[in-house]
């Protein structure tokens, strides 16, 4: 694998703090949300991830994202169910969106 240029390494900041902007607004409602994956792809202006939530209709969800950095919109890519155990681990670790408080109500759905 080569060796990411300074240039590359500000590219990859500057893109995951785009994503990190558009992502809280979507993934807010779902919070807690944890962010399990993420690939840049320079070539492509895009940064891949998926992050992982308990979905109020479909239960614990690990979906996969692009974001496209020229048009800074984010692309639901699918998504996979998860299992309590699966679950469980992940949150073992600090979440990416924190919840201020479970408020599945309020979630859209989408």
Do not use: C
């Not at 785009?18 to 070539?43: I, S």
């Not at 992982?52 to 048009?71: E, I, K, L, M, S």
Request: charged letters at 25%.
């Amino acid at each position: 694998m080569a060796k990411e240029s300074t240039l590359d390494k500000q590219r990859i900041k500057a893109m995951k703090e785009g994503r990190d902007k558009k992502a809280h607004e979507h993934f807010v409602q779902y919070a807690p949300v944890w962010l399990v994956a993420e690939e840049p792809l320079l070539n492509r202006d895009t940064l891949y991830f998926n992050v992982v939530f308990q979905h109020p209709q479909y239960g614990w969800v690990n979906r996969h994202y692009a974001y496209d950095v020229v048009t800074d919109v984010l692309y639901h890519k699918g998504q996979q169910s998860i299992d309590e155990e699966t679950a469980l681990d992940i949150q073992t670790k600090d979440p990416y969106i924190k919840a201020a408080g479970f408020n599945s109500v309020q979630a859209y759905g989408g």
